[in-house]
DNA sequence: TTGAAAGCGCTAACAT
DNA sequence: ATGTTAGCGCTTTCAA
């Protein structure tokens, strides 16, 4: 099936099929509707190699994650894939495996076959990615290399404010003594969070946060937490995200801790892993479908029209609560 | 970039250039290793429109899939995206957000534009599926149509080998009543699992299985289920996934059932949710990375190798019971 | 072992 | 509004 057949079918030449499906405007509405008529019954599609040596673009983008089995990031490929379908472009994965050489590996072969690239949570260093944007139509998700004044576009989530709203919660429901269970150190996110919780805290009245340390960013790293964050003696703890805080949930529930009741507990990132457990967890996160959805959203743009890496491109998503059951006033809220 | 350029570089004419990485040994070694020299000096990459274009090959694949946000799906995906990297070939990852429109429509427009899909756990009905089986190179998971009449390759997973693992675990433990939790009615693996349970007890001693219901594959289905699982009246409870386990989980520990205390419970599929409860989930599951990748190999094999569709091309997957703290000796073991 | 040349199917100038 | 035509970059006969 190739435009000579729908040409000869419709009575028309190869160039008025390729313009009457590609600029339907440009050709007369007798002859458009021929041609689509002929399209149809043929059941013809345009060879798209061909179509992509001729253009010069290809209509596939990529989208390079760390792990597509964390739910982060497979729900950020839902969103990606289901906007890039619909505005009919083809989306290829790339999984990582956190491994920054196949990033880097990947993203060179990938470069010249493709229209653009989708990055999340490079786990590139800020010099090479720099370079990278600098060759290649792409959009980076949770990174910001605008300090380095490489402008790119960008999907960002202001960690900052979910964590303000995180502490703000648990203010309200009258904690005042609040532990916040870190991720790991050269996390961007966990940067973020750390901070965001930190600052907080110190805008608010008699809040004191006591910071547990660093743990793995996993359910193992809740568990071996558990016991510091039990013992600052905070009556709610804040999780680097809903995995660890499961995993507190999980050592706590052993050692007879019971959440809410004797401590309160938050989760980040708000992934569906926090509707598993009992209580279900309170968690604070982006719309990660639509953080995908967002930067395929980008880099269409730039792709479609040309547009430069002006800025003005970003797009910063705010966190939203989700408040569940794991929490609730502090033991002695009455008293106090 | 192009084959001009090395040609120019390495002395040699395009067509040994493009010999010297296609079929290296049909060019002198000499030659050869200026215009691999070449190649990587000038970082060039052949251009994969025009290759496809002339070979009729594009060099990707496609995967379909319901839900990539569900773990056994994304398990799926990486481990099929890792081998097809490594094999050289792209993945494109479609996510029919368990629509089998969405599913027809896209298949329907990738046929053309790739070399092969692999469709896992299609929501298409036998007919359709057998259709495209017809004209389209494709594997198929969790799915076999050799009773219709049509020999596909295809990844499938021992189910009824899955049940029994499960059935017997629970046996050797001691417990004689046993409950099972079911998922959708239509669903191929709950029709599977049903059987499977329902089996491996009637070949058991004194084993009574209980068939507790339909219900969501879910957390909600798990909850929606937990108070007739335990009016059951069964010591052990076996739920059709890790999810619907995990509800209930959830609910049994809001109505005060201690498991393994009270119930055992066990779950399908062995995904990495049944680690994050406490207890952790015992589980029988395949290794969905290895399905994944198991699927890739197949379909490469009846690309390359210009393989028909014959019978043979079938991988069944053993699942693996992976014992964690969900699952004891039923409370009156040592009195019976 | 190497080179010359045809063309894969499509799109976009250019011509009518 | 429509047709003619020249390639996009590569692979692959065919010839040398």
Same mark, same amino acid.
């Given at each position: 099936?190739?435009?000579?057949?729908? %040409?000869?079918?419709?009575?028309?030449?190869?160039?008025?099929?390729?313009?009457?499906?590609? $600029?339907?405007?440009?050709?007369? $509405?007798?002859?458009?509707?021929?041609?689509?008529? %002929?399209?149809?019954?043929?059941?013809?599609?345009?060879?798209?190699? %061909?179509? !992509?040596?001729?253009?010069?673009?290809?209509?596939?983008?990529?989208?390079?994650?760390?792990?597509?089995?964390?739910?982060?990031?497979?729900?950020?490929?839902?969103?990606?894939?289901?906007? !890039?379908?619909?505005?009919?472009?083809?989306?290829?994965?790339? #999984?990582?495996?956190?491994?920054? $050489?196949?990033?880097?590996?990947?993203? *060179?072969?990938?470069?010249?076959?493709?229209?653009?690239?989708?990055?999340? !949570?490079?786990?590139?260093? /800020?010099?090479?990615?720099?370079?990278?944007? !600098?060759?290649?139509?792409?959009?980076?998700?949770?990174?910001?290399?605008?300090?380095?004044?490489?402008?790119?576009?960008?999907?960002?989530?202001?960690?900052?404010?979910?964590?303000?709203?995180?502490?703000?919660?648990?203010?309200?429901?009258?904690?005042?003594?609040?532990?916040?269970?870190? &991720?790991?150190?050269?996390?961007?996110?966990?940067?973020?969070?750390?901070?965001?919780?930190? $600052?907080?805290?110190?805008?608010?009245?008699?809040?004191?946060?006591?910071?547990?340390?660093?743990?793995?960013?996993?359910?193992?790293?809740?568990?071996?937490?558990?016991?510091?964050?039990?013992?600052?003696? *905070?009556?709610?703890?804040?999780?680097?995200? /809903?995995?660890?805080?499961?995993?507190?949930?999980?050592?706590?529930? +052993?050692?007879?801790?019971?959440?809410? &009741?004797?401590?309160?507990?938050?989760?980040?990132?708000?992934?569906?892993?926090?509707?598993?457990?009992?209580?279900?967890?309170?968690?604070?996160? *982006? #719309?990660?479908?639509?953080?995908?959805?967002?930067?395929?959203?980008?880099?269409? +743009?730039?792709? #479609?029209?040309?547009?430069? %890496?002006?800025?003005?491109?970003?797009?910063?998503?705010?966190?939203?609560? *989700?408040?569940?059951?794991?929490?609730?006033?502090?033991?002695?809220?009455?008293?106090?």
């Amino acid at each position: 099936m190739t435009v000579h057949d729908v %040409a000869a079918r419709s009575g028309v030449s190869i160039a008025t099929v390729s313009r009457a499906l590609r $600029e339907p405007h440009r050709v007369s $509405e007798d002859t458009r509707d021929r041609v689509l008529a %002929a399209v149809r019954d043929l059941g013809y599609r345009p060879n798209r190699a %061909a179509s !992509s040596l001729r253009r010069g673009r290809t209509g596939v983008i990529a989208l390079v994650v760390p792990d597509i089995v964390n739910p982060y990031f497979s729900s950020l490929t839902k969103g990606a894939q289901g906007l !890039s379908r619909e505005r009919g472009y083809g989306l290829v994965v790339v #999984d990582t495996t956190e491994l920054a $050489e196949v990033e880097a590996e990947e993203i *060179a072969a990938l470069r010249s076959q493709i229209d653009g690239i989708i990055l999340a !949570s490079s786990r590139l260093p /800020d010099d090479r990615l720099a370079e990278i944007m !600098s060759t290649t139509t792409c959009v980076l998700i949770n990174r910001d290399l605008s300090e380095l004044g490489v402008t790119a576009p960008t999907v960002t989530i202001d960690e900052r404010s979910g964590a303000r709203t995180a502490v703000g919660h648990l203010y309200e429901l009258g904690h005042r003594r609040i532990a916040y269970v870190g &991720g790991p150190e050269r996390s961007w996110s966990q940067g973020r969070r750390a901070h965001g919780t930190r $600052e907080a805290a110190a805008e608010l009245d008699g809040v004191t946060l006591i910071d547990v340390g660093s743990f793995a960013p996993d359910v193992d790293g809740g568990r071996a937490a558990a016991a510091a964050a039990r013992d600052s003696g *905070a009556t709610a703890v804040i999780a680097y995200n /809903d995995l660890v805080a499961l995993g507190l949930l999980a050592r706590w529930s +052993e050692t007879g801790i019971r959440v809410p &009741g004797d401590v309160s507990l938050m989760g980040f990132d708000n992934t569906f892993v926090a509707e598993l457990s009992s209580p279900r967890l309170t968690s604070v996160g *982006a #719309d990660l479908t639509e953080c995908g959805e967002l930067a395929v959203e980008l880099l269409l +743009e730039r792709i #479609d029209h040309h547009e430069p %890496a002006e800025a003005g491109l970003h797009r910063v998503v705010t966190p939203r609560l *989700a408040v569940r059951d794991s929490t609730a006033p502090p033991a002695d809220a009455d008293r106090g």
